[in-house]
C-alpha cells in the first residue's frame, strides 16, 4: 500500500477494483466504511454484486478481465475533461503528453463495448475520482491475478498520476496483501531477482555484499520464479525445500503441479499439517504453528510487527528458523548458528537498507512502516510523498488485451474464483477451527437466477464445471451476486479442486497467474 | 384504483424529504400491518439497515407487524379514559381484537378508540361515533384571547374563514419588513414555547437565524402525546392556518427554507385538514417559491407519527423525522445549530406558532397586555377529568387555578370535591391541598414542586384513589420510556411496580426510601424530561397523601 | 477552527479543585480520565465509539448547571469548574447500580466471556451495590436457541447500554445488531429477532468484546471455564490475511483458550473478523504434525528423529547439487510463515548454493 491503513478513514473519493474487501480484508473495510459513513463516495468496479458493491454510489459490473477497457475509458474522460492535475502532471510525472493523447481513442463508448459497464457510468466514476480532494484506489488479486495483471496496475497507476490522487493522506494506490506476511517474505529475499530489501541480485554492490556476508560466491544470475520451476520439475530442478506452502491445490493446473512435483526427486516440507503436498514429500519437518512461534511480519502497509509464542508447539514441532539452520547446518554452510529467532531477524535487518534503522527490540510495538533507512528515522508510512522511486512518476501506455482463454461456443461462460469471509485458503486452518463449518460448510457455484433456469440447474442441486484441463462437480447457489453469463467459486475446499480448471495463462513479467478468468461450461447434473 | 406495489410505494417517497415514516404508513394503510416483505423492500429501497429499520418500527406503538393490525380497535386507557370505564370498553370489543392505547387526546370528550384512519369516540361499544373535535367553549371569564378569538367563527379551518378575520395579514405584513424585525417583535412579544419547555421564542429564532448552514428548517411539534393535553387538535382542527401562517413567518424569520409538521399519529383526521389546509395555502402562494413576490421559498410537508411519547421531546421528533431510531440526543449541541439533518432547526409546539400568528397581526404590546400582572400572553389549558365543563380554555397567565377550576369549569361534578389535579398533564405531578391555592403560571407553580408545562391540567375529585392514579400515571411513563438512560427504563418500571404493589418492600418506611431514592436519581440523572419529570408523581403522592400510601403498603402484605 | 491552530493560549478548567489544561473537542470524561486519580465509572462508555450517555454512571456536577451532567457527552469549555466524586455523585451512582443489579440474572460472569465482560461487576463490587434493592421484574429474554457456535446470547444479563449495537454499526459497519421495542421492554436484537446466522452478522466477535456484562459472551472460549489455571495474555499477530491485527492470546497453562482483540493494536485498534477472532483452534488440532517424518523403503512416511530427518532432507540436497548442478535445487517460501522463515529459506539455498532459486507464494 502506498498509504497506510489509517488513512482509509480520510478519501472523499473511493475506487475499490478487484477487491472482496469485506470479506477478505474485512477489518480494513472496516475503515472504509467509516469514510463512507463520513460521506465518502464509493466507486465499486467488480464482476460480481458484492457486499461493496451494495454499498456504492456507483458500481460499475465489468466482465471479467477487462479491467483496462475500464480504466482507459475512465482515463479519456478526465482527460477529456480537462481533470487532469496539471500541477501534479508537470512537477511529479513524465511522458503525460504521450499518454494523454494515447487515451483519446478509448471513448467511455468503446470501453462499454468490451467491459459492458454504461459509459455513462464510467463517466462518473472518473469525474469524481478526478474531482476528490483525496482519491484513493483499492485493489487485490482481482487485479494482479490475470495475464495482465501488470498493465492493470499501470492503468490504475495513470489514473493516480493524472489526477495527482498520490503521495498524500487519504490518497494513493493501495493493494491488500491476502496473507498475513506475504510481504515480509519479499521483504526477506525470498525472490529469484532480489536479495532481502529488494537488492537486485544483478546488481554487482549487492551481490559483493551477500558474498561477503554469506561467505561464498554468488550468481549474479537471477533465479527463475516459482511458475518456471514448477514447469521445469524433473529436468533442471530435481529437489525442493517447500515452506507452508499448499502447493498442489492453490496453485493453479493441479494436474500440471502434481506431475511436476512427482517429477522430483527429492521434496522436504515443512508444515503444521499433512498436505496433499506433504503427502509427495521424501521428508517432512513439522513447524511450530501461529501462537507457538516468536517471529516478525510485516502486514500490507509495510508495518513491521512481532509475532509472540503464546503455547507450546505439538509433540517435536520446532520454529522453522530452527528447522532450516539445522538444514543449512548439514549442508555445512557457514552463518547457521542461529540460536533464536531474534538473533535471525537481526541478521536480515543488518543486510537489508529497508530494515535498516530497525531491530528486534525497537519494533516491540509495532509502530515502524518500513523504509527505515537509518537508525532513529520514524519509519515510513506514506510513500511517494516527495518523489517516486525513480523520480518522476512514469505513465504507461498500456493497450487492452483479452484474457488467455475467452468464452466460446464450448465453454460459453465466465468462471471467476476469490475467497469467501468464513474460509482462508486451502482451509488447513480454518477447516480446523470448530464453528466455521456451522457457517460454511461446502463450497457452492454461485449462479444468476436467470442462468440457474437458462442452464436447467436447481438452486441446491448439482452442476458441472468443465474447462478445458477438466471438470469439477459443485452444488449450485441460485444468487443476484453473480451477473448473467458468470460464475464464481472459492478454491477453499478440496473436494471442489476448482483449481484444476484454471491458470491458462501467466502475466508476462510476474509469471502471476490468471486464476480470476476461466471460461467454462456449466451443467446439471 | 390499483393496489401500489412495493416498489411503487418505494419510488412514490423515496426521494421525498424525511420518507421514511410516510412511507411506513403508506404500507400501513394498504395492508393494515407491516411486513418482513415491506420491511426488506424498504430498507433496500432506501438504504437503510434492516436491523435498525426493524428495531425502529418496533419502537412505534402502533406500527402493527401483523394482521389485523391498523383495522383492530385501539382504546384509550389513559388517566381520564380509565376513570371513565376504558377497561369495560375494551373488553366489551376484545373480540373485535381490540387492544389499549395510551392516552389519545380526546380527555375533553372521552372515549376515543382508533379504527384503520378514523377515530370513534363515546364510552360504551354501542355509542362509538366519529365526531369532530369540541370547540373550546366561549370564554367564561370574558378574558381576550390570543389563539382562541377567532376560532368559533364558522368555516375557520378554510383559507376563507381564515382570512376572513386578519389571517395572514401578519405574515403580508412581516414580508414588507425585515426578517430581523419580525424575529425582534416576536422577541418583544414576550412569547416563550407553549409546548412546555417556555425557551423565549424570539431568542430561539434569532438563534437558528444567526447559525451557520443551511437549509435550515421549521418543525412545528404536533406530536401532543401528553396525557389530558388535547389543546394543539383544536387548535389544528378548527384553526389550522393559524400553525400554518405561524410556520411560515418562522421560516421568514430565520430564513429556513423547509419544514415538517410533526404530528401524532392519533389524531388522523388533524392530518387531513392539514393537508387540505397546506394546499390551500400553497394555491395562495404563502407556500412554495417566492412568497409574497419575494425571495423567500418555503415547502411544508406535513409527517405523521406512529405512537411514541417521547417523540414529543424535540431530539427524538428530529431523529423520527430522519427515520432514525427515535431516541433523545445528548445536547449540546441544540436544534438551532444541529437541528434536522444536523442542521439549524426551530422546533416550536403548534400553540407557539398559532400565537406567533396572532403577534404578527396585533403586535407585541398586544400580546403582552393579555397577561395578568407581569405575566405576557395566554396559555391554552385543557381541562379534564372530575369536571363539570371539560375542555380547552385560554387564560391569561397568572389566572388562580381556582378561578379556573371553579368559576370558568363549574367545579366538581354534583356532591363532590376536588382532591387532586396534575399538572403539565401527567408530567409535573399532583397538586392537592394548598398546592390548589396557585396560579396558572410557572413560578407559582414551580415553588410547588411542579410546573404547568404543556398545559393538560386532570382533576380527581374525592373518590378516587391516588394511589391508583398515580400508578396509572407511572405505568403511562414506563410505557413510554424510550429506553435509552438506565435511570428512566429502570426507575419507572420499578415505580410502577411498588405503585402496583407487585414488588418492593413491605414495610413503610423501606417503601418510603426505595421511592424515593429512585425519584432522586431519576430526576437528577435522567437524560430527559421524561425521566426527570416521572418521579413528580410519587413525590407528589407521598407529599399530598401519605395515609393513602401507607394503606397501599400495608394493602399489598 | 482559528482556536485549534492558535494553541498559544491553554484552556484550563477547574476538575475537583485543580486547574487542569485540555485540547478544544475533548470532553469533560476525557479530562477526567487524565487527571483523576479514581476512576469515573461507566458501563455504555467504549473509547472506540460515539459517546451515547446512556448509563449515567459518568455524570460530574457543572457549577452553574442545576443538574449533574453525563462528563461522556460534555464538551469541556474554559473555566468550567466540575466535581467528579462529590457524595451525592457517589450516592447516585450507587443507587443506579443498584438499579442495574436488579434487573439481571447474575452479575458474576467468568473472564473468558468477553474483553470487557468484568465491567459491571467490578462497579458493582467497588459501589457496595449487591444490596438486593429494587427488586421486580427482570428485564431481556435470553436466546439460547440460537445454535450459532460462537456468540452466546444471553439477554437475560442484558442491561440495555447498547454497545454493542453501536460496535455492530459504528466500528464493524455491519448494522446487524439493533433494539427492539422500547423502556423496560427494549431487547437487543437482529432483524425479525431471528438467529444471528440469518442475520448481517459477520460473527466479528466485536460485540462480545465490548459486553459489560457477558450477557453477549465468547461461546468458543467458555468452552475452557473449567480448565484449571489463570488466564496468560500474549500479544501476536493474526495469521490470516495482510491487515497485521494485533490479537491477545489467552492461554490456560498449555492451552490456547481464546483470543481477544488488541485495542491498543496499531492496525486493528481493537477490530477483529471472524477469522482472527474464533479461527485458532487449528494450532492445537489432533491432526498437526508432530514429529518429523521421512518416506521408507516402502514408500511410506514415518516418524523419525529430528536428526534422521534432517539428514535425509540434507542428503537429498546434497545429491541433487551433485548430480544436477547447484541450480537444480528449488525453494519456496511461505507468506504465512514469519520473516525469519522467509529469510533463511533463501539463505539456505544462496548461501549453500549461491544461487537465487527461491521464491515465494505470492504468485498465486
Not at chain 1, 384 to 398: A, C, D, I, S
Not at chain 2, 481 to 501: A, D, M, N, V, Y
Not at chain 3, 165 to 181: F, H, K, L, P, T
Amino acid at each position: 500500500m502506498s498509504n497506510p491503513l489509517v488513512d482509509m478513514e480520510k478519501p472523499d473519493v473511493i475506487f475499490c477494483i478487484g477487491t472482496n474487501m469485506t470479506e477478505c480484508h474485512p477489518v480494513a473495510a472496516t475503515r472504509l466504511k467509516k469514510a463512507i459513513a463520513k460521506g465518502a463516495k464509493l466507486i465499486v468496479a467488480d464482476p460480481r454484486r458484492i457486499e461493496l458493491a451494495e454499498m456504492a454510489d456507483v458500481y460499475l459490473p465489468l466482465r471479467v478481465g477487462s479491467d483496462v477497457a475500464l480504466l482507459l475509458g475512465m482515463a479519456h474522460v478526465i482527460g477529456r475533461e480537462c481533470l487532469v492535475n496539471r500541477d501534479f502532471i508537470e512537477q511529479r510525472t513524465e511522458e503525460s503528453e504521450a499518454f494523454l493523447e494515447h487515451v483519446k481513442q478509448f471513448t467511455p463508448e468503446w470501453a462499454e463495448s468490451i467491459c459492458g459497464v454504461p459509459a455513462k457510468d464510467i463517466e462518473q466514476a472518473a469525474i469524481w475520482y478526478a474531482q476528490a480532494e483525496r482519491g484513493a484506489i483499492y485493489y487485490t488479486l482481482g487485479i494482479t491475478e490475470h495475464i495482465c495483471g501488470v498493465d492493470n496496475v499501470q492503468s490504475l497507476s495513470n489514473l493516480a498520476l493524472m489526477t495527482g490522487n498520490i503521495g498524500r493522506e487519504g490518497t494513493g494506490i493501495n493493494p491488500m496483501r491476502g496473507q498475513n506476511n506475504i510481504q515480509g517474505a519479499g521483504d526477506s529475499g525470498a525472490l529469484p531477482n532480489n536479495y532481502p530489501g529488494f537488492q537486485p541480485v544483478d546488481d554487482p554492490k549487492a551481490q559483493a555484499k551477500f558474498e561477503k556476508a554469506y561467505g561464498r560466491p554468488m550468481s549474479p544470475e537471477k533465479g527463475i520464479t516459482k511458475v518456471t520451476a514448477l514447469d521445469r520439475c524433473g529436468e533442471q530442478i530435481r529437489a525442493m525445500l517447500i515452506c507452508g506452502e499448499n502447493t498442489l491445490v492453490s496453485d493453479p493446473d493441479r494436474k500440471h503441479c502434481e506431475h511436476a512435483m512427482k517429477a522430483l526427486d527429492h521434496i522436504v516440507v515443512l508444515d503444521i499439517f499433512m498436505t496433499e503436498t506433504a503427502e509427495l514429500a521424501d521428508v517432512v519437518l513439522p513447524a511450530t504453528a501461529f501462537a507457538e512461534t516468536d517471529g516478525v511480519c510485516v502486514n500490507t502497509e509495510r508495518r513491521v510487527q512481532r509475532l509472540r509464542a503464546a503455547v507450546p508447539p505439538p509433540g517435536d514441532a520446532k520454529p522453522d528458523w530452527w528447522i532450516l539452520s539445522q538444514l543449512g547446518k548439514r549442508m555445512g554452510a557457514p552463518g547457521f548458528e542461529f540460536t533464536s529467532a531474534k538473533e535471525v531477524f537481526n541478521e536480515l535487518c543488518s543486510l537489508s537498507p529497508i530494515y535498516a534503522g530497525i531491530d528486534w527490540d525497537l519494533i516491540e510495538h509495532g509502530e515502524y512502516h518500513w523504509p527505515i533507512p537509518e537508525p532513529g528515522h520514524p519509519g515510513t508510512p506514506m510513500l511517494h510523498e516527495k518523489e517516486f522511486p525513480r523520480g518522476r512518476g512514469l505513465f504507461k501506455l498500456v493497450e487492452y488485451r483479452d484474457p488467455a482463454e475467452t468464452i466460446s461456443e464450448k465453454f460459453p461462460v465466465w468462471l471467476t474464483t476469490g475467497r469467501r469471509l468464513q474460509a482462508y485458503h486451502t482451509r488447513t486452518q480454518t477447516g480446523r477451527s470448530s464453528g466455521i463449518d456451522y457457517l460454511l460448510s461446502e463450497e457452492s457455484l454461485e449462479v444468476n437466477p436467470a442462468d440457474v433456469e437458462a442452464w436447467g440447474l436447481q438452486d441446491g442441486g448439482w452442476a458441472k464445471l468443465s474447462g478445458t484441463k477438466g471438470s469439477v462437480n459443485i452444488r449450485v447457489k441460485s444468487t443476484m451476486r453473480s451477473p448473467r453469463g458468470t460464475v464464481f467459486c472459492s478454491f477453499s475446499f478440496a473436494d471442489v479442486p476448482v483449481n484444476i480448471l484454471t491458470g491458462a495463462g501467466y502475466d508476462p513479467v510476474t509469471q502471476t497467474a490468471e486464476l480470476k478468468v476461466c471460461p467454462v461450461r456449466v451443467e446439471a447434473v | 384504483m390499483n393496489t401500489p406495489s412495493n416498489q411503487e410505494l418505494i419510488a412514490r417517497w423515496k426521494d421525498e424529504e424525511a420518507p421514511l415514516l410516510p412511507l411506513l404508513h403508506a404500507f400501513h394503510d394498504r395492508d393494515g400491518y407491516l411486513s418482513d416483505e415491506t420491511l426488506r423492500d424498504v430498507a433496500q429501497g432506501l438504504r437503510l439497515s434492516l436491523a435498525d429499520l426493524y428495531g425502529t418500527v418496533t419502537f412505534y406503538h402502533h406500527f402493527s407487524r401483523f394482521p389485523p393490525g391498523q383495522a383492530a380497535p385501539r382504546v384509550c386507557d389513559g388517566p381520564v379514559c380509565s376513570l371513565r370505564g376504558a377497561h369495560d370498553l375494551i373488553e366489551a370489543l376484545r373480540k373485535d381484537g381490540a387492544t389499549a392505547m395510551p392516552c389519545a387526546g380526546r380527555c375533553d370528550e372521552p372515549i376515543p378508540v382508533l379504527e384503520g384512519d378514523k377515530v370513534f369516540v363515546g364510552l360504551t361499544h354501542d355509542s362509538l361515533n366519529v365526531k369532530p373535535s369540541p370547540l373550546p367553549p366561549k370564554n367564561p371569564g370574558g378574558t381576550e384571547e390570543c389563539v382562541f378569538a377567532s376560532i368559533r367563527e364558522p368555516g375557520r379551518s378554510t383559507l376563507d374563514g381564515y382570512r376572513k378575520t386578519g389571517g395572514y395579514e401578519g405574515l403580508e405584513r412581516a414580508l414588507k419588513s425585515k426578517p430581523e424585525e419580525l424575529v425582534q417583535l416576536i422577541t418583544d412579544s414576550g412569547l416563550a414555547g407553549r409546548g412546555g419547555a417556555g425557551f423565549p421564542t424570539g431568542r430561539k429564532w434569532k438563534a437558528v437565524a444567526d447559525a451557520p448552514g443551511t437549509p435550515k428548517t421549521i418543525v412545528c411539534n404536533a406530536d401532543e402525546g401528553e396525557p389530558g393535553c388535547f389543546k394543539d387538535r383544536v387548535l389544528m382542527d378548527h384553526d389550522p392556518h393559524a400553525v400554518i401562517e405561524g410556520m411560515i413567518l418562522a421560516a421568514y424569520g430565520t430564513g429556513a427554507t423547509r419544514g415538517f409538521l410533526y404530528l401524532r399519529y392519533e389524531y388522523p383526521e388533524t392530518e387531513k385538514i392539514l393537508e387540505k389546509a397546506t394546499e390551500e395555502a400553497k394555491s395562495a402562494g404563502f407556500l412554495g417559491e417566492k412568497i409574497g413576490g419575494k425571495d423567500f421559498t418555503f415547502h411544508l410537508s406535513v409527517r405523521r407519527g406512529a405512537g411514541a411519547y417521547i417523540c414529543g421531546e424535540e431530539t427524538s421528533l428530529l431523529n423520527s423525522l430522519e427515520g432514525k431510531h427515535p431516541f433523545p440526543r445528548n445536547r449540546p449541541p441544540f436544534p438551532v445549530t444541529h437541528g434536522y439533518e444536523d442542521l439549524p432547526t426551530v422546533v416550536n409546539n403548534v400553540e407557539t406558532l398559532a400565537s406567533a400568528a396572532a403577534i404578527a397581526r396585533k403586535g407585541a404590546d398586544w400580546y403582552q397586555g393579555l397577561g395578568m400582572g407581569e405575566h405576557a400572553g395566554t396559555k391554552l389549558i385543557s381541562l379534564s377529568g372530575d369536571i363539570r365543563r371539560p375542555g380547552n380554555y385560554e387564560v391569561p397567565i397568572g389566572l388562580p387555578l381556582q378561578t379556573l377550576l371553579e368559576d370558568w369549569a363549574g367545579g366538581a361534578p354534583e356532591g363532590r370535591t376536588i382532591q387532586a389535579v396534575t399538572m403539565a398533564g401527567l408530567s409535573g405531578g399532583f397538586l392537592a391541598k394548598d398546592g390548589l391555592g396557585v396560579t396558572l403560571d410557572e413560578p407559582s407553580i414551580r415553588s410547588k414542586s411542579s410546573f404547568l408545562g404543556a398545559g393538560g391540567i386532570i382533576v380527581y375529585d374525592d373518590r378516587r384513589d391516588m394511589v391508583e392514579a398515580a400508578q396509572v400515571a407511572m405505568q403511562f411513563f414506563a410505557h413510554e420510556s424510550c429506553g435509552k438512560c438506565f435511570p428512566c427504563r429502570i426507575g419507572t418500571q420499578r415505580l410502577t411496580e411498588r405503585l402496583r404493589g407487585d414488588a418492593g418492600p413491605r414495610e413503610l418506611e423501606a417503601w418510603r426510601t426505595e421511592v424515593a431514592d429512585l425519584g432522586r436519581t431519576m430526576k437528577s440523572l435522567s437524560a430527559c424530561g421524561l425521566g426527570i419529570a416521572a418521579p413528580l408523581i410519587t413525590e407528589s403522592l407521598v407529599r399530598y397523601f401519605p395515609e393513602q400510601v401507607a394503606r397501599h403498603v400495608a394493602a399489598a402484605q | 477552527m482559528a482556536t485549534i491552530e492558535n494553541s498559544t493560549q491553554t484552556l484550563t478548567l477547574t476538575m475537583n479543585g485543580t486547574e487542569v489544561t485540555f485540547s478544544p473537542g475533548e470532553t469533560l470524561y476525557e479530562v477526567a480520565q487524565r487527571h483523576v486519580d479514581r476512576d469515573v465509572p461507566t458501563l455504555c462508555y467504549d473509547e472506540r465509539l460515539e459517546a451515547f450517555g446512556a448509563c449515567r454512571l459518568c455524570v460530574v456536577e457543572v457549577e452553574g448547571i442545576r443538574n449533574p451532567v453525563a462528563s461522556c457527552t460534555t464538551k469541556a469549555t474554559a473555566g468550567m469548574v466540575v466535581k467528579t466524586h462529590t457524595d451525592g455523585l457517589e450516592a447516585h451512582r450507587r443507587t443506579l447500580l443498584e438499579m442495574v443489579a436488579s434487573e439481571n440474572r447474575e452479575i458474576d460472569v467468568d473472564p473468558l466471556s468477553g474483553y470487557a465482560s468484568q465491567e459491571m461487576k467490578t462497579l458493582v463490587d467497588r459501589y457496595e451495590a449487591r444490596t438486593g434493592r429494587f427488586q421486580g421484574k427482570q428485564s431481556g429474554k435470553s436466546r439460547p436457541d440460537d445454535p450459532n457456535p460462537f456468540i452466546k446470547r444471553d439477554y437475560d444479563l442484558c442491561i440495555s447500554c447498547y454497545r454493542c449495537v453501536r460496535v455492530c454499526a459504528e466500528q464493524e459497519g455491519d448494522y446487524a445488531i439493533s433494539v427492539a421495542n422500547r423502556g423496560f421492554e427494549t431487547q437487543i436484537t437482529t432483524e425479525f429477532g431471528g438467529f444471528l446466522k440469518d442475520s448481517a452478522c459477520t460473527f466479528c466477535g466485536q460485540c462480545i468484546q465490548t459486553c459489560p456484562t457477558g450477557a453477549l459472551a465468547d461461546h468458543k472460549a467458555l468452552r475452557s471455564k473449567d480448565v484449571p489455571g489463570e488466564v496468560k495474555k500474549t500479544r501476536t499477530i493474526c495469521p490470516y490475511c495482510g491487515v497485521g491485527c494485533s490479537v491477545d492470546l489467552m492461554s490456560k497453562g498449555d492451552k490456547l483458550v481464546g483470543v481477544l482483540p488488541a485495542m491498543d493494536g496499531p492496525a486493528n485498534l481493537g477490530a477483529l473478523c471472524i477469522k482472527g477472532q474464533f479461527a485458532y483452534d487449528f494450532v492445537q488440532h489432533s491432526e498437526r504434525l508432530s514429529t518429523p517424518l521421512v518416506r521408507g523403503d516402502d514408500g511410506v512416511l514415518r516418524p523419525a528423529s529430528w536428526d534422521e530427518a534432517l539428514d535425509r532432507a540434507a542428503q537429498g540436497f546434497k545429491d541433487a547439487a551433485a548430480n544436477h548442478g547447484e541450480d537444480s535445487i528449488y525453494a519456496i517460501a511461505s507468506g504465512r510463515a514469519p520473516n525469519e522463515a522467509a529469510y533463511l529459506t533463501q539463505k539456505f539455498i544462496r548461501a549453500t548454493f549461491g544461487t537465487s532459486q527461491v521464491d515465494n507464494c505470492s504468485r498465486a
